[in-house]
């Protein structure tokens, strides 16, 4: 960060470009002290920041100003691997990616969904942010809906909750509700942040009810919503700075 007449571009036009606000009205925002460089709060007008390495934040949001930076999401259709390519040509990510994006060079998938899953995928070139969202110590959520057969016990709830013992240590959900009910199908949205391969298939497994369908509708503040399978978008800002703010960047 630097002073009026120093290298840089000026904080107003940055926060402008990043989609924030007009530059009339990315002022006000200063002048209100909403508006962080690097941890601390800037009001000068003549401040001038590097777009590529400035740490910005409006209300304690995460800006990214870094037009390099590429946040993506793919609702992964059932059959589709999660892998950037493979050897045996089968229908995978990077195909999609390939596709609507162009290259899928510096991406990292933020966890993997295996192949019988669909779902939200995050998709970034920020490889800390990926690592950060993927580590449990960071305990970003996950929410998945799943398909299992009826009765449901009473207690599964609590039980899930309380922590069932797998083969590689103990699982707990952070929280576990009854969707819907159709003859002996049941839903049942699961949230947890654990992200161990096959966790929610080997959870429910471990209580006798393995899962018939399962996607993920969530990661964080990021939604599935009705984005159509097979499709790709572009993380709007304020699920960007979401991310970023769950785990601490």
Request: charged share 30%; proline share 3%; aromatic share 2%.
């Amino acid at each position: 960060m630097s002073d009026e007449g120093g290298e840089g571009v000026r904080l107003q036009k940055v926060l402008a470009e990043a989609g924030v606000a007009s530059r009339r009205q990315a002022e006000i925002l200063m002048r209100q002290g909403r508006v962080e460089v690097d941890g601390r709060v800037v009001k000068e007008m003549g401040i001038r920041v590097d777009p590529d390495t400035a740490v910005i934040h409006v209300d304690g949001s995460r800006i990214v100003t870094d037009t390099e930076t590429v946040h993506l999401a793919l609702n992964k259709p059932e059959g589709m691997l999660s892998t950037m390519w493979d050897e045996q040509g089968r229908r995978c990510v990077g195909d999609v990616v390939l596709e609507k994006a162009g290259s899928t060079k510096g991406l990292f998938h933020v966890g993997r969904l295996d192949a019988a899953t669909e779902g939200l995928l995050l998709l970034t070139n920020d490889g800390e942010l990926a690592h950060r969202l993927t580590h449990p110590s960071y305990e970003v959520s996950k929410t998945y809906l799943a398909e299992i057969r009826a009765p449901i016990p009473k207690d599964l709830g609590r039980q899930l909750r309380a922590g069932v013992e797998l083969d590689d240590g103990p699982v707990a959900v952070d929280s576990f509700r009854v969707v819907d009910r159709s003859g002996a199908r049941v839903m049942v949205e699961v949230v947890l942040h654990e992200g161990r391969k096959h966790i929610v298939r080997r959870l429910l497994d471990a209580v006798d009810k393995p899962v018939q369908r399962l996607v993920r509708t969530a990661v964080g503040d990021v939604r599935l919503g009705d984005q159509r399978p097979g499709t790709l978008r572009k993380l709007n800002r304020d699920e960007v700075g979401s991310l970023y703010g769950a785990v601490g960047l």
